[in-house]
């Protein structure tokens, strides 16, 4: 196969595709099959912390994986993992285990989506680099997640029905049979290219060696850490308002076996993603800098979730959910050409798993504690507590703005070396 920037994309954009449409089957319904299971809001939100701790355990690891085995083999550890804990999730429900069963399992789900996160990135920016793209990110990463949108609409709008038409179970028996066929399809088509993975070397002193490299041309770049630390308000907060969608809708809705209604709320956020990533070369150019987007984007956010608890009626939350899916769907792509700019080939794959590591790590203290305040006091104030919470990003993405860095300029496509 001749590798071209336009065959580099077709297949970035199958996989993202494909991963979403997988993942998804369970997003419009993954709250209400813990409830089912017997858990509370509080042990719900807890299991997804732990996932989230999983992945924060595995972040950085799995990234070094990525930059020492290559992008193509954490790609395909990460299809299998994730089938597998999945199909546990599926066992788990059926025998109404106890809490710290779903919370071990929890974990290994967040092990199989950080063998995803940084890799797939990270194989796209080096292969457009090595094959001669000369267009911009934003352009590949808007389209990207466009496409997710589609897998994301389909995917959950499928998953709650066919748990209303069958049993919750059976769309978690979906998406691991479509992790299956990923797993053939980057097998076949999936290469390293522009990235020569150290397999030679000795692991440990490799992994010393990426870690400290990460560290200096990540962490230690203030406009990289300040954008890290913003993710620790926002990633986790993200998860809870996106999952308590669902016992929230079928609250104001009125039915709560209308599981259909609560997969339509996923349907709703996955539509305003790909009018987002439209829109986000538009919005792009509404701002010279990316910082300045970002920073609008978090703004309105917060205001849109901090109103869905104020505003407790079904149709101004939908109306809300449109608002709050669009921005922040628009302003991905653009903080993902910023991050990318910042940093070089060889350390890639780490640095943007130690970014998501920091979002992660923000949901293993918000989960809980805002499932907590859910059980407590109700949806609508953890809402307002969520609005809140991702308004504290604003300040770090300003100061990495002060840094201005020439990303934060940049519109075409970053052509790092490494060191």
Known sequence: MTYTPAAIKRIYYTLLLGNTLAASL????????????????LEAFAANAFFTAGMVLFEVPTGIVADMWGRRASFLLGTITLAISTGLYVLLWQVEASFWLWALVSVLLGLGFTFFSGATEAWLVDALQATGYEGTLETVFGRGQVLAGVGMLTGSVAGGYIAQLTNLGVPFVVRAAVLGVMFVIAFVLMRDIGFTPKRDGRPLAEMKKIVANSLEYGWRIPAVKYLMLSGLFTGG?????????????????GDPQAYGIAGLAAAIVAGAQIVGGLLT??????FQRRTSALIAAEVIASAAVIFMGLIQKFWVALALIVVWGLISAAATPIRQAYLNGLIPSQQRATILSFDSLMGSSGGVVAQPVL?????????PASYIMSGVLTGLSIPFIARARKQKAPADFAVEAPQTPAP
């Open 26 to 41: 369970i997003w419009g319904i993954n709250t209400i099959f813990l409830l089912d299971a017997g858990l509370s809001n």
């Open 237 to 253: 907060v993200l998860i809870y308002v996106f999952y308590a969608l669902q016992p929230y809708l079928l609250d104001l809705y």
């Open 281 to 286: 070369a538009h919005i792009r150019h509404l």
């Open 371 to 379: 499932g907590r305040a859910a059980d407590i006091w109700g949806y």
